[in-house]
């Protein structure tokens, strides 16, 4: 039982060591985090999309960011538009047979994409399918591209029959690179998903107080940040002075008064009806629910007034 124990440990204080470099490397890209938030908070502002997009593995990670974005697991937080170029199988798949698989992503950023979206890519290695291809389409379009790397993404990549190195990876095609400096897909990974996580948060806080946007510190030498345009529209049928459910920064309790087909009600928010998703909930006439950015997420009791 004490040599299980003693290798036990050995194996976790290894694995912790792996860890180690990746982890300081990080900490040391604060700024660049910091950055890449700042701006990608001004595209969100204009009415931007966020389109993630990695392959292998890191399809799981483009789900997961895009998922962070749409469906914020802390009440007060808004929900912003992203989605995954991985996860439609149908669409993958159809445009890899018609077209091939070097092209599943850039096809869809030419087709989806917009001057105000943002593309966040993962590139964990030299076999990173058409990451480098969508950032090009992405570029193409005027487009905030963001790319999280790790140390396995060598020269020699290619993109449209082009050489791709580093530099032009980080210069021409690349806004924004995160870096994982660690050429174990695993442990990079690890740090991607710490990574996002802290671009998630950062969004929030710079479009929760837009004037952090003008501080000296946080610009550093990086140069004025384009103009962010007017503030998104305010959606259908809300008042510009006033704070509807759809639009609201913070959960509020509604009356549900009307269940409609494909997840929908009517619900009364005290100064008139709006129309809410409840696909997330088990929503009842009569009940009265939490909603969050236009989706109830929480029941909170029934036959209330």
């Not at 159809?94 to 698989?101: E, K, L, M, P, T």
């Not at 442990?187 to 929760?208: C, K, P, Q, R, S």
């Not at 610009?219 to 049928?237: F, I, M």
Request: net charge negative; glycine share 12%.
């Amino acid at each position: 039982m004490a040599e299980v124990r003693a290798q036990t440990t050995s194996l976790l204080k290894e694995a912790a060591a792996r860890r180690a470099g990746p982890g300081r490397a990080l900490v040391e890209d604060a700024g660049l985090v910091v950055r890449a938030a700042i701006d990608m908070a001004a595209r969100f502002r204009r009415g931007g999309r966020l389109l993630a997009f990695g392959a292998g593995a890191a399809a799981t990670d483009a789900g997961h960011l895009a998922v962070e974005f749409t469906h914020p697991v802390i009440v007060g937080k808004r929900a912003l538009p992203a989605i995954s170029l991985a996860n439609d199988a149908s669409l993958v798949s159809g445009i890899a047979v018609s077209r091939g698989y070097g092209a599943v992503f850039s096809t869809q950023v030419r087709m989806l994409g917009r001057p105000e979206d943002v593309a966040v890519g993962f590139a964990v290695d030299d076999r990173c399918g058409d990451v480098l291809g969508a950032f090009a389409a992405a570029r193409q379009l005027g487009m905030l591209t963001v790319a999280l790397v790790d140390g396995a993404l060598v020269d020699g990549a290619l993109v449209d029959g082009a050489l791709v190195d580093r530099t032009l990876v980080d210069g021409t095609l690349v806004d924004h690179v995160l870096d994982a400096r660690c050429a174990d897909p695993r442990i990079a990974g690890e740090a991607h998903m710490t990574t996002y996580h802290l671009l998630w948060e950062l969004v929030h806080v710079f479009l929760d107080d837009p004037g952090l946007l003008d501080e000296p510190d946080l610009r550093g030498e990086r140069g004025l940040l384009p103009d962010p345009g007017p503030a998104r529209p305010a959606p259908y049928g809300c008042d510009a002075d006033a704070t509807c459910v759809t639009c609201a920064d913070t959960a509020v309790p509604v009356h549900v008064t009307e269940l409609r087909p494909g997840g929908l009600a009517v619900v009364d928010t005290g100064g008139g009806t709006e129309e809410i998703s409840v696909a997330l909930v088990e929503a009842r006439v009569g009940d009265t629910v939490l909603v969050h950015a236009g989706e109830a997420i929480a029941v909170l009791g029934g036959d209330a007034s």
